[in-house]
């Protein structure tokens, strides 16, 4: 079954330590997103791909980095974890266009920087 | 870019009592609206995509509305039940910004037995 899966599905992090939150799909989408998900921002888009070897900045990237090394695998990078990036982390693949546009979600990285 | 508002933000109903949520954009170029639900703790599930040429889809219990001269998208839950309860996401797809999803900022809906 097509599926997105993120890992790890938690994570405590130190201030100015690096993490890094794995997504794969098998979906065969071209398109790969990352949001963050806060108590009132709804979903926000930090970076997404177009397929593999590119990355393109979302609405707030800062702190963030992004690497799409496979069709199936984008990571999400924060070189010096602050305690500002607390949230919880949804990946998604997907591809516009089509009577059967989709988008699937992985079931989210919640991540605590203390 | 394009802009989702969502609401209301916050939503309760009776069991049994319908439930509306709507979602005006500003794409007119906007062509795929999706409505998703995500249950605590978990991802986002679609519910039902709509494509611009459609102005009404009913599936189980669910009804979506565009109105593209309004720019508004809305979802009406009819008979809803306890397990409704989420929070629900609009989003659309296909504007200027083609490769981009864009969504609401979410209704948290409680269905009280």
């Known amino acids: 079954e097509a599926a997105v899966t993120q890992s790890p599905r938690n994570k405590v992090a130190v201030t100015g330590g690096k993490v890094t939150l794995s997504c794969n799909q098998t979906?065969?989408?071209?398109?790969m997103y990352w949001y963050r998900q806060d108590t009132g921002h709804g979903l926000r888009l930090i970076h997404y791909s177009y397929g593999a070897g590119s990355t393109e900045k979302g609405d707030i990237p800062d702190g963030y980095k992004a690497s799409r090394p496979s069709q199936e695998n984008f990571s999400l990078i924060l070189e010096l974890a602050t305690p500002s990036q607390t949230s919880v982390y949804f990946c998604?693949?997907?591809?516009?266009?089509?009577?059967?546009?989709?988008?699937?979600f992985g079931s989210g990285t919640r991540l605590l920087v203390i | 870019g394009e802009q989702v508002e969502q609401r209301p933000p916050h939503l309760s109903v009776p069991e049994g009592d319908s439930a509306v949520i709507i979602c005006t954009y500003t794409d007119s170029a906007t062509a795929y609206f999706y409505w998703y639900k995500q249950e605590p703790g978990a991802g986002l599930q679609l519910l039902m995509s709509?494509?611009?040429?459609?102005d009404r889809k009913e599936e189980q219990g669910l009804t979506v509305l565009l109105n593209k001269k309004d720019k508004q998208l809305s979802l009406n839950l009819t008979a809803a039940h306890p397990g409704d309860s989420a929070v629900y996401f609009c989003a659309v797809s296909g504007g200027n910004n083609n490769n981009r999803i864009f969504f609401g900022d979410g209704t948290q809906l409680v269905v009280k037995p």
């Open positions: 709509v494509f611009s040429n459609v």
């Open positions: 998604a693949s997907g591809d516009a266009g089509g009577a059967d546009s989709d988008y699937t």
């Open positions: 979906n065969n989408h071209n398109n």
